[in-house]
Nanobody
Framework: QVQLVESGGGLVQPGGSLRLSCAAS????????MGWYRQAPGKERELVAV???????NYPDSVKGRFTISRDNAKNTVYLQMNSLKPEDTAVYYC???????????????WGQGTQVTVSS
């Protein structure tokens, strides 16, 4: 049973920083990539950051230079360091993992429950 557990969300003032963590439990044959999406009220879910098994990263322009994704492969954990936060970064942040639990299975996207990030003075 795969589970993604996020932590680190909360309330922060504009210009502040937060660090999100996401730990994946379960047995994996391989993990292709891990990352973060976010969804603000009334908006579609959007990509925030992704890191592949080759440590390649990708960010949208809206967070590039402010957010940094990293991973600890030994712990199946991904982190998102968020600096210079803005009110428009306010959203529920979801961790995701693409991988397979058995070599016979196709890759599958797994999602966490989400953690709220609020940027406000």
């Amino acid at each position: 049973q795969v589970q993604l557990v996020e932590s680190g969300g909360g309330l922060v003032q504009p210009g502040g920083s937060l660090r999100l963590s996401c730990a994946a439990s379960g047995s994996f044959f391989n993990i292709n990539r891990m990352g973060w999406y976010r969804q603000a009220p009334g908006k579609e879910r959007e990509l925030v950051a992704v890191i592949t098994n080759l440590d390649r990263t990708n960010y949208p322009d809206s967070v590039k230079g402010r957010f940094t994704i990293s991973r600890d492969n030994a712990k199946n954990t991904v982190y998102l360091q968020m600096n210079s936060l803005k009110p428009e970064d306010t959203a529920v942040y979801y961790c995701y993992l693409r991988g397979r639990t058995d070599w016979r299975l196709n890759e599958y996207d797994y999602w966490g429950q989400g953690t709220q990030v609020t940027v406000s003075s």
